[in-house]
C-alpha cells in the first residue's frame, strides 16, 4: 500500500499524511484547516485517491475505506516529525476554530495537541493547551466519560509548571480540584 501512496504526486501525499493523522474521517472545513490551502486545491489533491478507491468523498467529508490506507499514508510522515505535525494541527485547529464553536471542536483540537505536547516550550502556549484540556475533561466529564476526563485532566496538569501557580492559578486550581473528583 505505501508503495502506490508513494508513486501519488507529493502534493496528494501530503494531503493523505494530513487526512491520515486526522483519523479515519474528516469534515472538509477541518481538513481545510490543516491543509492551509484553498478547497479547490484540497480537492485537485485528493481527487486521485478517490479515483483509486482509496478515499471516498461524501457531501460535506472524506473517509479512508480501509484501515490500511489510512495507516500507510500516516507511514508516510518520518516518525521523528510525526509529534511535530499533530501539534501544528492541533495549534491550527485551535487558532482556526471559532470560540462558538471551540467547545465543540474541544476533542480533536486537544486529541491532536496533545500528541505533540512535550514539544511545546512557552508558559503561554503550555498554560492554553492545559485549559483547552481543562474543557475536554469537564465535557468528557458531563458525559460520564470518567476514564477520558482523567486523561484530559492529567495531560492538562503535565503541562503546568510552577510558573503557572503565580501566573495563572485559577487554571491551576481547575483543574487540580476537578482530578479526583472525577469517578472511574
Known amino acids: 500500500m ?11 501525499q501530503k ?3 494530513l487526512f491520515a493523522c486526522m483519523g479515519n474521517s474528516a469534515e472538509f472545513e477541518m481538513l481545510r484547516m490543516v491543509y ?27 473517509r479512508f475505506l480501509h484501515d490500511r490506507v489510512q495507516e500507510a499514508a500516516y507511514s508516510l ?15 491550527l485547529l485551535a487558532a482556526n476554530t471559532a470560540e462558538a464553536k471551540r467547545e465543540e471542536a474541544v476533542f480533536e483540537i486537544v486529541n491532536q495537541l496533545n500528541r505533540g505536547s512535550h514539544l511545546i516550550s512557552s508558559v503561554e502556549d503550555r498554560e492554553r493547551v492545559a485549559g483547552l484540556n481543562l474543557m475536554a475533561g469537564r465535557r468528557a466529564k458531563a458525559s460520564t466519560a470518567y476514564n477520558s476526563a482523567l486523561k484530559y485532566l492529567r495531560a492538562g496538569s503535565a503541562l503546568l509548571t510552577e510558573e503557572t501557580w503565580e501566573r495563572n492559578y485559577g487554571l491551576v486550581f481547575a483543574i487540580e480540584y476537578l482530578m479526583p473528583n472525577v469517578s472511574c
Open 36 to 62: 492551509q490551502d484553498s478547497v479547490e486545491d484540497m480537492h485537485d489533491h485528493l481527487w486521485e485517491p478517490v479515483r483509486l478507491g482509496l478515499i471516498f468523498r461524501a457531501d460535506a467529508s472524506y
Open 2 to 12: 505505501v508503495g502506490k501512496l508513494n508513486r501519488l504526486p507529493a502534493e496528494t
Open 15 to 17: 494531503a493523505l499524511q
Open 77 to 91: 510522515i518520518p516518525k521523528g516529525l510525526r509529534a511535530e505535525t499533530h501539534l501544528r494541527i492541533g495549534m
